[in-house]
């Protein structure tokens, strides 16, 4: 690993760090995603076992966010999760560590990357109006964000939205379905 950069299950203290970034931030968007310390420690300790790729970002000893990928299909990989402590959030540490996961990533053979992001906050037109057969395809073209919603996060970084899973998580709040071809737009992955 390049420096900066580490592997989440290097040591237990690095894990219980990455438990409290997912915990902690998590807590604001979804209280129920991991309600507690032991559920966010769990799902750590499913992030980092194999073939899963999982790996964090950090300023001197202090873990500033991580990120896991899983296999999904045999080239197509999905992204599970990505968090950035929110003091450091906006300054570059997603992109360059969401960089390093994917040049990881396409030196095992993966060229596919894929990414739900939900919405359970409204933070996104999406969440307007009802989702149709007759509207979907026109409401994810003209998608408007609100309140910060990370798939523009995932946009800047090469995603593009492939559709969306209309009331995922309850009436008006969907899930916003992302992928790459990581074999293109290669970028640096060095630590800000």
């Known amino acids: 690993m390049k420096e900066g950069f580490c592997k989440i299950n290097e040591s237990e203290d690095t894990k219980k760090q990455a438990a409290e970034i997912l915990f902690k931030t998590f807590t604001e ?114 998608i408007k964000n609100y309140k910060n919603h990370p798939y523009e996060f995932y946009k800047k970084c090469g995603y593009c939205i492939i559709g969306i899973i209309p009331n995922a998580n309850g009436d008006r709040k969907p899930d916003i379905l992302l992928w790459k071809d990581i074999r293109k737009n290669k970028q640096s992955t060095t630590p800000p």
Request: charge should be negative; glycine fraction near 10%.
């Open 29 to 142: 968007i979804n209280k129920d995603a991991w309600p507690d310390m032991e559920s966010a420690l769990e799902e750590v300790n499913e992030c980092v076992t194999e073939p899963n790729i999982c790996i964090g970002i950090k300023t001197g000893n202090e873990l500033t966010g991580w990120v896991g990928l899983r296999p999904m299909y045999e080239l197509t990989w999905e992204l599970h999760p990505m968090v950035i402590k929110k003091e450091f959030q906006g300054k570059g540490y997603g992109k360059i560590l969401l960089n390093e996961l994917e040049r990881i990533a396409l030196e095992k053979g993966v060229i596919g990357v894929f990414a739900g992001s939900d919405d359970e906050t409204y933070s996104t037109s999406l969440s307007d109006k009802e989702i149709t057969a007759g509207n979907i395809f026109e409401e994810i073209i003209n």
